[in-house]
């Protein structure tokens, strides 16, 4: 079995959720939804190309080896913008302030973001995968849009350095990936991004973890992170594993 292993490393990232009136909140990994804007977004596929979004979502399974999880941090926000009222098209924020000046409101809303999350990404491809996994790591490693951790101004601070590697299960795609440290030594890394026990989260088979081996404290989760439609914002529920190593 092949895995396409990536890195995500940043000061600030958000892991969209179920979103409710002002809060927006983040979970410690990224969702599904993410990971496909993610791949859509360094292969070019556009959020208004539904058909391509909906074939990148079934082709693919993911799993997450979460190294750190980073400490949130919740944002409050002020927003003025103009209602929707009407048919005027504000192109630019300099449109909504000029034109629509008469009809602005306040937006409010706490956002939450994690701080220097670090996290190992590996893609399986399916039977019916639009692209090869060698084609996903030239795409992430020259992306045709610009990638984020989630929102846009949480920008990535460590190269992806996606790596195509042959493996029996998961566990072991995470082992080989030849990691290097975020920062710029090892003794950095330990003293700023302390190791933790990893937490895997994984879609598709329980064995795809680790083979056959009994896993102590596996958990069966659901999120409503798989895309229906990206124009609509639309997304239904979807069944993942987690695990985590033991503590010493």
């Known amino acids: ?29 990224p969702s599904k939804s993410a990971l496909i804007g993610l791949l859509g977004a360094a292969l070019g596929i556009r959020r208004d190309q539904d058909e391509a979004q909906v074939t990148l979502a079934q082709g693919y399974l993911f799993a997450c080896n979460v190294l750190a999880p980073g400490s949130l ?3 409050y926000h002020t ?4 209602d929707s009222v009407g048919k005027q098209v504000y192109r630019t924020r300099r449109d909504e302030l000029m034109h629509g000046k008469d009809r602005l409101g306040t937006v409010l809303s706490s956002r939450d973001y994690r701080c220097d999350s670090h996290i190992l990404v590996a893609v399986r491809a399916c039977d019916n995968a639009p692209f090869s996994l060698e084609q996903l790591a030239e795409a992430l ?13 949480c920008v990535l601070s460590a190269p992806l350095a996606p790596t195509v590697l042959p493996a029996d299960h998961l566990q072991a795609a995470f082992a080989q990936y030849p990691y290097t440290a975020v920062l ?3 003794e950095q890394q330990d003293r700023w991004l302390p190791a933790e026990p990893s937490r895997y ?9 680790m083979g056959d081996v009994e896993l102590a404290g596996l958990q069966q989760l659901t ?10 914002w639309q997304f239904t529920r979807r069944q993942e594993w987690y695990w985590q190593e033991a503590t010493a």
Request: glycine residues 8%; hydrophobic residues 35%; charged residues 25%.
């Open 223 to 232: 999120r409503h992170d798989m895309p229906t439609s990206r124009r609509r």
């Open 141 to 153: 490693q020259k992306p045709k849009f610009q990638l984020s951790l989630g929102r846009k101004a």
């Open 1 to 29: 079995m092949d895995y396409l292993v990536f890195r995500l490393y940043g000061p600030l990232a958000s892991w969209g959720e179920i979103a409710v009136g002002e809060s927006r909140h983040t979970a410690a990994y």
């Open 79 to 82: 927003t003025q913008v103009p």
């Open 201 to 209: 989260y994984w879609e598709g088979e329980q064995t795809a973890l």
């Open 73 to 75: 941090m919740r944002d």
């Open 184 to 186: 710029d030594s090892a």
